[in-house]
């Protein structure tokens, strides 16, 4: 479950991260992501929030709350990686609802990795 001080709840700082952040579209989510100023950083926040927009196109009440946990939990997979001011906002599309959850963590970090926010992993070269 994804911890409570890194979630977005007020709609100002959803409408933030999706305005002046940028993105990157995926085949089944598309990835809004924006680095908080020090003055937006409020005392209390530790490490990236995450906010999710799962629409009724996605499918019904059922379908819309299992994409929703599934997306919550893959967001806990990156919560160390990213940098600690950031915001993403994750806006799933119609396809998310059949895709799997390894197929999500991917598309989520693919599309981390192309704005910049991801490190490739370190290690030896192969």
Avoid: Y
């Amino acid at each position: 479950m994804l911890p409570e001080p890194n979630r977005l709840h007020r709609a100002r700082d959803f409408s933030v991260a999706v305005r002046r952040g940028r993105r990157m579209g995926r085949s089944d989510l598309v990835v809004h992501a924006v680095v908080r100023d020090e003055q937006d950083i409020a005392s209390t926040v530790r490490g990236p929030r995450f906010g999710l927009i799962v629409s009724k196109a996605v499918g019904p009440a059922v379908t819309r709350h299992r994409v929703a946990r599934r997306l919550r939990h893959i967001c806990t997979d990156v919560i160390g990686v990213l940098p600690e001011t950031t915001d993403v906002v994750i806006r799933a599309l119609p396809g998310s609802a059949t895709a799997s959850s390894a197929d999500l963590l991917i598309q989520l970090r693919s599309g981390l990795k192309k704005l910049g926010l991801l490190e490739p992993p370190k290690g030896p070269p192969s």
